[in-house]
Each structure stands twice: as C-alpha cells, then as structure tokens.
C-alpha cells in the first residue's frame, strides 16, 4: 500500500506511517512515535534516518521508505533508474534523458515512474560503492550506442561547448522497488531509496556500440585541500584596511611597528605585534592566522 500523506490537524497514533506532502530526495517517510494531534503546517521534516521531528503533540521519527519491503524473504525487484540532465550555458539546452537498464525485473519496455518515461536502454553502472578509505568514488557509466543516439547527443552538445563531451551534465541515479511503478497497485513515487546526484567528469571511451562517462560527486575536486585557508601560524593573511583586517585608523606604522606621520608609509608587519600597535594590546584583534597552530 501506498504511504498516505501528512494531514493538519490530524489524530496520529504509535506506528502510524506518512510521508511528506511534497517529493523529497531522501527517500523518507515518517513513522508516528507519540501519539498526539498534528500541527496546522507541516512540520520541517528530517532528512537522516532515526531523526525525530516534533508536530504539535506528535512526534515522527525518519526511517526508510523501502527499508520494510527489502527485509521481507521476497521483496519486490530493485529497479535502477538514471536521468540525465544537460545544462544550457554548457550544452545549448536544459533537456532530461531518462534510461532504465530492463534487468532489474521482467521489464519488456519502457518504465513510467512519477509520470516521467525511462526508456529501456542497455546500461552498465559500475562503481557506486563507498568505502572507508577516505577516497570518493567515481563510478562508469557506460550506455548504449547502437542506433549512434549518445554520439549524435555529443556532437549537438560540442557544437555549444567545443569538446565538451557532456562534463558538467548531471546524472541522478534513483533506486525505487517494481511495486511502486506507476501502474503497479502500490505505486508510490515517495518509496525509494534516497536520489544519488553525480556529475559527469570526462567521457571515457566512445564507439559504435558503447560510450562510457567517469562520474564525480560534486565534492571531488581535485587539488583542492581542506581547510582550503592554509594554516599559518604568525603571519596575517588579511588584507591590510580590508573588510577583513578592519583596520580604518589614523594612526599610521612602518612594517617594524614604528610609528610614521603619513598613510604613504603605513604598512603593515603582519604580526600580531602590528595588531596591537593599531588596536590596542588589550583590544580583541582581528588577526588573519592561527597563533596557535604550532604548540
């Protein structure tokens, strides 16, 4: 059965279960764990597993929309959903592709699925796994080329951005079960893992019969280091009479902290000694660095 949506005003008892009003990307549903009476908006739902959320008298903890169906000896077959969207400053155009794989159950053709059509159409995806190596993970997505519908889709996309091969498009990936098709008698767009968004990195091979794109997640950035401000212990990284550094005085100071009679020659030392001189040793300072850093 279809998960019933929140209502206003509304007497909930332990174990009742509904979902939000609207599509959410989690793939959440909410199940009642203080009976009581609903508020009259709906509330600010969780968006991780076992969060709990309170509605007037009631109060819902999250728990997966699938999780009930995947625990049974014989769950409905996981259907793979993939969309892709093209951005226009990149591609030409804002247009939606969506595939499904045909494997995942007895699936002869297309799937609809929230009122949207996934065409069947031969795909390997490879590499979504997370690991705690620290590393994220770049899966492959290889579709099919037969009737050369992905080569025609690059050449209209590079004649906008030349070479750009599809980067920068996004890929959702959506898992939901077989009996929450639209069609099926439990059809529920709401049950379903939650959504996995992925950017397509580079194209990775192409040919008559397959072409293949490396995936990232939009926190892969290469070369990129967190804290992305380096550490540094007594030298400020502000900039002097920036809106960082704050510093709009009159009192002017050589880089040695000596005092000087014009603007022409104030410049800053960078240490916090050239702070003090200008704020006041007891002030509290508007330091660009980490004087701690090294103990």
């Excluded at 009259?40 to 999250?62: C, K, M, R």
């Excluded at 498009?169 to 939650?194: Q, S």
């Excluded at 550490?231 to 900039?239: E, G, P, S, T």
């Excluded at 702070?275 to 508007?286: D, N, V």
Aim: net charge negative; with cysteine.
């Amino acid at each position: 059965m279809a998960y019933a949506a929140w209502t206003d005003a509304n007497a909930y008892a332990v174990g009742n279960i509904v979902r939000s009003t609207s599509l959410q990307a989690s793939g959440l549903v909410f199940r009642c764990t203080t009976a009581g009476t609903s508020g009259a908006s709906e509330p600010a739902w969780a968006t991780d597993i076992g969060s709990t959320v309170t509605d007037n008298t009631v109060v819902w903890t999250a728990i997966s929309s699938v999780f009930e169906d995947l625990a049974q000896l014989a769950p409905s077959a996981i259907i793979e959903l993939f969309e892709l969207h093209l951005d226009a400053t990149l591609h030409g155009s804002s247009d939606v592709y969506r595939w499904h794989g045909g494997v995942n159950a007895n699936v002869t053709g297309n799937i609809i699925w929230n009122g949207n059509a996934y065409i069947r159409l031969p795909i390997q995806a490879e590499g979504f796994e997370y690991t705690n190596t620290g590393s994220l993970p770049r899966p492959t997505l290889t579709v099919a080329n037969l009737d050369s519908t992905v080569t025609n889709l690059l050449l209209l996309v590079n004649a906008t951005t030349v070479g750009n091969d599809l980067g920068g498009a996004t890929v959702k990936r959506i898992r939901t079960l077989k009996k929450y098709l639209d069609g099926e008698t439990a059809a529920d767009p709401h049950a379903k893992f939650p959504d996995e968004i992925w950017f397509i990195d580079r194209k990775a091979s192409e040919s008559r019969d397959v072409v293949s794109f490396e995936l990232a997640s939009k926190f892969d950035l290469p070369g990129i280091k967190l804290p992305k401000r380096q550490l540094i212990a007594n030298i400020c990284q502000w900039k002097y009479r920036s809106t960082e550094c704050s510093y709009t005085g009159t009192d002017y100071y050589d880089i040695n902290d000596s005092q000087v009679g014009t603007l022409a020659q104030d410049k800053c030392g960078k240490r916090i000694s050239s702070c003090k001189a200008r704020f006041g040793s007891t002030a509290e300072l508007p330091f660009g660095s980490y004087p701690s850093a090294g103990l």
